[in-house]
């Protein structure tokens, strides 16, 4: 019997896609791709590799199919990647906790992304890939997605569906 290797998507390759649709050019490299997401070169040619095949990039990796990434924003990163609030922590607020949806959403039930650099306390939910930490603290606008993507990951219905408004009118 044949074994055929098929590229699974992994959870760096969300923060990679999110990036490359922020990337309003297509004058990126790798190499200044990696930099900024605090990744390896190599990780990002794979990651742009298996997005390829899962049909969510296409021009060689300088175009996302913004509603496809949607789509598995809302219907399958739940179950792909999902995460469970685990003990309080010090961290970088998170999901409803954090900007935009700490404006709409009130709960004294706090979630960080853990660091002992951050400023707020909660439960902890393990972001996407270990490097984002990092990322958010020099990009805005990619730490108000990946929380909102937080905010699919782990939360209830009605921050699910209004994380999902606000990611819809940022990428599409």
């Known amino acids: 019997m044949n074994k055929q290797t098929v590229p699974v998507m992994r959870p760096q390759d969300v923060v990679v896609l999110l990036k490359l649709v922020l990337a309003e050019d297509s004058s990126w490299t790798q190499t200044s791709l990696a930099r900024e997401l605090h990744l390896s070169q190599s990780e990002i040619s ?3 590799a298996r997005s390829s095949y899962a049909r969510l990039v296409f021009e ?8 496809a990434l949607v789509d598995f ?11 469970q609030p685990g003990r309080v922590q010090r961290g970088f607020p998170s999901a409803h906790s954090a900007p935009p949806l700490a404006k709409e959403i009130v709960s004294d039930e706090q979630y960080v992304w853990p660091s002992a650099k951050g400023t707020s306390r909660g439960h902890s939910i393990l972001p ?5 930490v990092q990322l958010i603290q020099a990009d805005d606008q990619m730490y108000e997605l990946l929380a909102l993507v937080d905010a699919v990951r782990v939360g209830r219905a009605r921050e699910r569906t209004i994380a999902m408004d606000m990611i819809k009118q940022r990428l599409l």
Do not use: D, N
Request: hydrophobic share 35%.
């Open 73 to 83: 924003i809302q219907h399958g990163l739940p179950y792909a990647f999902p995460q």
């Open 128 to 132: 996407l890939y270990p490097s984002v």
């Open 46 to 48: 794979e990651s742009i």
């Open 60 to 67: 060689k990796g300088r175009m996302v199919q913004r509603q």
